[in-house]
């Protein structure tokens, strides 16, 4: 049985951070990607056969991660999935399909309120059995890559890699 779950994280960026910086590295995919913790490798790709139509022009990515399904490493193994992404005025927007019927649909946005912050929007549909774990492993991936790009975004402006395996 399939479930959709939602779910919302926002992390205060910074004031010494250039708003135009934080954008620069959204659309940067391989750096995005890179910097989730759970990332061994990742290469271009053909879009997933189930992808509409919508998605088939945007830019397509295979990524491995390494998972642990029981604490402390007991447990962990290797996950290749296929992610697509869009980049947005003011933000990015990927699309995951992974094994066993797993699909999320992530949005990042910088929001400008009192001050800025990064905004995820995750959207998952996945088997009701997955979903407390895919979730978990979400949040707790996503954290440390919201950790390096602010590094990244403090860090002198430079090229950004703009090539899978640069």
């Known amino acids: 049985m399939t ?3 939602t779910f919302t994280s926002t992390s205060p960026l ?5 708003p135009e910086r934080v954008i ?7 750096t995005m990607i890179k910097m ?15 992808a509409p139509e919508a998605e ?5 990515y295979e990524i491995t991660d390494k ?3 029981l604490p402390f490493d007991l447990l962990s193994g290797q996950v290749k999935y296929k992610a697509c ?5 003011m933000g990015l927007q990927t699309v995951i399909y992974a094994p066993l019927g797993l699909r999320t649909q992530n949005k990042w946005t910088l929001e400008d309120q009192d001050e800025f912050q990064l905004r995820e929007d995750v959207s998952m549909e996945c088997n009701m059995f997955m979903a407390p774990f895919v ?3 979400i949040k707790a991936s996503h954290g440390p890559l919201v950790d390096r790009l602010i590094i990244e975004a403090k860090s002198p402006e430079r090229d950004l890699e703009s090539t899978v395996g640069a």
């Not at 620069?24 to 391989?30: F, K, Q």
């Not at 992404?85 to 005025?89: A, E, M, N, S, V």
């Open 36 to 50: 989730n913790p759970l990332v061994i490798d990742l290469q271009r790709c053909e879009p997933h056969e189930h």
């Open 85 to 89: 992404f869009k980049d947005l005025p």
């Open 56 to 60: 088939r022009s945007l830019v397509w």
């Open 135 to 137: 979730k978990r492993t």
């Open 24 to 30: 620069e590295i959204l659309h940067n995919h391989v």
């Open 14 to 18: 910074p004031s010494s951070i250039a």
């Open 67 to 69: 998972v642990s399904y």
């Open 3 to 5: 479930v959709d779950n």
